[in-house]
């Protein structure tokens, strides 16, 4: 009897440490490499239907159980778990020949998620990530040659100096994301159209916001980005998920900013603005790349399309 309770107790340690990464988890933790951070239902929406969210969920399950990926809660207010990843996540991609940099402390990562606007700002870029890659599947025409997440630009901020009234000004920008769209013409010349995205939820008043147009037109004029990426020219894409209320607002500061120091007119037309539904899911991305949404700071009449050219 006992040699029998022994025999279970090894099959069941095998059992609990026989554990390999398949295709469909491998995916999920590649999906998570590119995010982020996510949820089980914005991973299914990337590369399942609808009807997959249970099968996604249970898949991440098996991750975190072997420590692949990390589920993250919050304290206090019931929400679905969002997920990074674990050690063993990181070191799988990088077994698999994916360039990961990225520092990892548990603590700190179940401590970020405590702070609910921090949870929702990061959920905002994996939801533009998503719309992204989605987009590009369906237009075959376009494709995503450069994508960077906050992440990276934390590691890496972008300073800048410019001159103004005979002083130099030095600025930071931590972008939410930077995309650089490749796009074939009709003509079969290629061409890239560069975005750098800035998320907002109607948190930041007037004083901060413009501190923050006034760190991108130091940045733009400066041209720093044809020597940090590569490119000729560059849009600021401003998303608002809270109304269009809140983007108006937006572009009427942006105008403040600008006309406060009597900026060329050029520089105008590199902000674009737009009003995004709190669930990305209701939207095409199509809708988001190509319908003509967008709005210049001083134009309400002409929306434009963000990388129709």
Known sequence: MHATNQDEDCKAKIKRTAFVITPVHDLLVRDL??????????????????????????????????RYVLPLSHPSIRLPYMY?????????LQEQGVDVREYFRPSQEED?????????????????????????RSEPAYRIETMLHERFFKNHPISVTDTRSGREETKTIVPDAYL????????????????????????????????????????????????LFSIENITVAFATTKDHNRMKQMREWTRKELAATNEPSWLSQLFLFTSLPENMAEIEPRLLFLDPVWYLPSDDDNPVSLLVE
């Open 33 to 66: 490499g590119t995010l982020h951070r996510a949820t089980a239902e914005q991973l299914t929406r990337l590369n399942y239907k609808p009807g997959m969210l249970s099968t996604v969920k249970a898949r991440l399950k098996d991750l975190a159980d072997n």
């Open 84 to 92: 990074a990843l674990d050690r063993k996540g990181l070191n799988h």
């Open 112 to 136: 970020t998620a405590k702070n609910f606007l921090f949870r929702e700002h990061m959920l905002a870029i994996s939801d533009l990530l998503i719309q992204s890659l989605l987009f590009v």
């Open 180 to 227: 650089a769209f490749g796009y074939t013409r009709e003509s079969g010349k290629e061409v890239t159209l560069p975005v750098l995205w800035e998320l907002d939820r109607g948190t930041e008043d007037q004083k901060f916001f413009r501190k923050r147009i006034r760190a991108y037109i130091v940045f733009l004029k400066s041209r720093a980005f044809r020597t």
